[in-house]
């Protein structure tokens, strides 16, 4: 099950500032096919106001595409004509309904997890930028402080001046 969240959690993207899972996504995880997913969705297109769901602009599709490159995607990604409809975590809940079958039910059970879980991440790693930014601040200040000490040291040192070269003839023999 832990795997399982984790797969899910590599299906969430940041799309317009909020996390969304993509509708082909979706339709792997629910055991459906695109196709009959995005049917369900126009179908009851009152269950999915804006903050629930809304379709990516083929600039959006195009970016996430480009950036998914880097990591090993085959033509799942490829190939579709229209643009997918990205679901908030409220929206997948909504499209569990909408499908109304035993495995859409249990499918979001683990989609909520993975979302729960990713905003738990989330709120750890925001905990610990707050702790490593008041130790920058800390120990940034005594970096001055201690550049400042060497500065003084420098200025108390007796200056060494190099030897000077000896002008005039050198005897070799």
Same mark, same amino acid.
């Given at each position: 099950?832990?795997?399982?969240?984790?797969?899910?959690?590599?299906?969430?993207?940041?799309?317009?500032?909020?996390?969304?899972?993509?509708?082909?996504?979706?339709?792997?995880?629910?055991?459906?096919?695109?196709?009959?997913?995005?049917?369900?969705?126009?179908?009851?297109?009152?269950?999915?106001?804006?903050?629930?769901?809304?379709?990516?602009?083929?600039?959006?599709?195009?970016?996430?595409?480009?950036?998914?490159?880097?990591?090993?995607?085959?033509?799942?990604?490829?190939?579709?004509?229209?643009?997918?409809?990205?679901?908030?975590?409220?929206?997948?809940?909504?499209? *569990?309904?909408?499908?109304?079958?035993?495995? $859409?039910? !249990?499918? /979001? +059970?683990?989609?909520? %997890?993975?979302?729960?879980?990713?905003?738990?991440?989330?709120?750890?790693?925001?905990?610990?930028?707050?702790?490593?930014?008041?130790?920058?601040?800390?120990?940034?200040?005594?970096?001055?402080?201690? *550049?400042?000490?060497?500065?003084?040291?420098? $200025?108390? !040192?007796? /200056? +060494?001046?190099?030897? %000077?070269?000896?002008?005039?003839?050198?005897?070799?023999?």
């Amino acid at each position: 099950m832990e795997q399982a969240n984790d797969e899910v959690i590599n299906k969430i993207y940041q799309i317009r500032g909020q996390r969304v899972m993509l509708d082909f996504d979706l339709a792997v995880i629910y055991g459906v096919e695109t196709k009959a997913l995005k049917r369900a969705v126009r179908r009851n297109i009152t269950r999915f106001p804006a903050d629930f769901m809304f379709e990516l602009t083929k600039e959006e599709f195009n970016y996430l595409i480009d950036s998914l490159r880097s990591q090993i995607v085959t033509s799942s990604y490829g190939g579709h004509r229209y643009s997918p409809f990205a679901f908030t975590e409220h929206g997948t809940v909504m499209l *569990a309904s909408v499908l109304n079958s035993d495995t $859409a039910v !249990q499918a /979001s +059970i683990v989609v909520v %997890r993975a979302f729960v879980k990713m905003k738990e991440m989330l709120v750890l790693h925001a905990d610990l930028a707050e702790k490593i930014a008041a130790l920058e601040g800390k120990f940034g200040e005594h970096d001055k402080q201690i *550049a400042l000490i060497i500065e003084a040291l420098r $200025a108390l !040192q007796p /200056s +060494i001046q190099q030897p %000077r070269k000896q002008i005039g003839y050198n005897n070799y023999i």
